[in-house]
Nanobody, 124 residues
Framework: QVPLVESGGGLAQAGGSLRVSCVGSGRTFNWNAMGWFRQAPGKEREFVATVAWNGQSTYYADSVKGRFTISRDNAKNTVYLQMNSLKPEDTAVYYC?????????????????WGQGTQVTVSS
């Protein structure tokens, strides 16, 4: 089990910034790739960003590339998503997830552990 707890969501204006965090627990956290996904009302959950177990590689969805940054601090069992230049279309529930592999992956089916989600709302 890799319980995951997100925090840091909230309300921001378009063009603003937010940072969401996810704290894991258990010995496996440091050996799992981590990812962020999001789900807007009426839409399917979609990939946002991923980071390898050692932080050496990252991948982003095209829609957030250049605006969002994923990072991790294994000493704190924490992964972050810094979101800048926010747009109203970024409004969604953001989910943290732990992969079953150490390599960064955009494949949702490789993520076995999920947090409860944190709401991010961007007003225009």
């Amino acid at each position: 089990q890799v319980p995951l707890v997100e925090s840091g969501g909230g309300l921001a204006q378009a063009g603003g910034s937010l940072r969401v965090s996810c704290v894991g627990s258990g010995r496996t956290f440091n050996w799992n790739a981590m990812g962020w996904f999001r789900q807007a009302p009426g839409k399917e959950r979609e990939f946002v960003a991923t980071v390898a177990w050692n932080g050496q590689s990252t991948y982003y969805a095209d829609s957030v590339k250049g605006r969002f940054t994923i990072s991790r601090d294994n000493a704190k069992n924490t992964v972050y998503l810094q979101m800048n230049s926010l747009k109203p279309e970024d409004t969604a529930v953001y989910y943290c997830a732990a992969s079953i592999t150490p390599e960064a992956s955009m494949r949702r089916d490789e993520y076995a552990y999920w947090g409860q989600g944190t709401q991010v709302t961007v007003s225009s």
